[in-house]
């Protein structure tokens, strides 16, 4: 047991945060892939991949940020239609990340896209929850939005490179004269 005094704040963000028990409204994200896993369906006869993907907000409001919503990609199945569904899916995927080919999920993890975000009604059991339509780039973003610091202009530039900006930009080295009498 440690001793711990502790008084509780009130955080400006806990205003503003959505009731976690309710499926995000229906509606444009941005969110990347933060887990993924290839499971095999109940029946046993069938694989899927199973992406778990964390908002960054809504690309107007900016609303629902850090919310997950979990999909399912047949990617292995019995009902061939589900199959070819499924593979179509992972394939535009896979094309809006910007890539051609991957090896494993995990090279879909981080890279930010916008997700089309739909409630799936309550059936059974179950309540109603969130389920995604569409994957696209990030390039397909509306100009000006509101939405997670103004991400319309933020960084276009393939993985690994700096987008100059007055941060990061330095002027140009000053032209040296190379036969000058310094030896080093």
């Given at each position: 047991m440690?001793?711990?005094?502790?008084?509780?704040?009130?955080?400006p963000?806990?205003?503003e945060?959505?009731?976690?028990s309710q499926?995000?409204?229906?509606?444009?994200y941005?969110a990347?892939?933060v887990?993924s896993?290839?499971k095999?369906?109940?029946?046993?006869?069938?694989?899927?991949?199973?992406?778990t993907?964390?908002?960054?907000?809504?690309?107007?409001s900016?609303?629902a940020k850090?919310?997950?919503?979990?999909?399912?990609?047949?990617?292995r199945?019995?009902?061939p239609?589900a199959?070819?569904?499924g593979?179509?899916?992972l394939n535009?995927?896979?094309?809006a990340?910007?890539?051609?080919q991957?090896?494993?999920t995990?090279?879909?993890?981080g890279?930010?896209?916008i997700i089309?975000?739909?409630?799936e009604p309550a059936?059974?059991?179950y309540e109603a929850?969130?389920?995604?339509?569409y994957v696209?780039?990030?390039?397909?973003?509306?100009?000006?939005?509101?939405?997670?610091?103004d991400?319309?202009?933020a960084?276009?530039?393939?993985?690994?490179?700096?987008?100059?900006?007055a941060?990061?930009?330095s002027?140009?080295p000053?032209?040296?004269?190379?036969?000058?009498e310094?030896p080093?």
């Amino acid at each position: 047991m440690a001793g711990l005094t502790f008084q509780t704040f009130e955080e400006p963000d806990d205003r503003e945060r959505l009731d976690t028990s309710q499926p995000v409204p229906k509606g444009e994200y941005y969110a990347k892939v933060v887990d993924s896993d290839l499971k095999t369906t109940k029946s046993g006869t069938g694989q899927y991949v199973e992406l778990t993907w964390e908002i960054n907000g809504h690309v107007v409001s900016g609303a629902a940020k850090n919310r997950k919503i979990w999909q399912r990609i047949n990617i292995r199945n019995d009902n061939p239609e589900a199959e070819r569904i499924g593979k179509q899916e992972l394939n535009r995927l896979v094309k809006a990340s910007g890539l051609t080919q991957i090896n494993d999920t995990s090279e879909l993890h981080g890279r930010e896209l916008i997700i089309g975000v739909k409630i799936e009604p309550a059936r059974g059991q179950y309540e109603a929850s969130n389920g995604i339509s569409y994957v696209k780039s990030k390039k397909h973003a509306p100009k000006g939005n509101l939405g997670v610091a103004d991400l319309s202009h933020a960084s276009q530039a393939p993985e690994g490179h700096q987008v100059p900006t007055a941060a990061n930009q330095s002027a140009a080295p000053a032209s040296r004269d190379l036969e000058d009498e310094i030896p080093f």
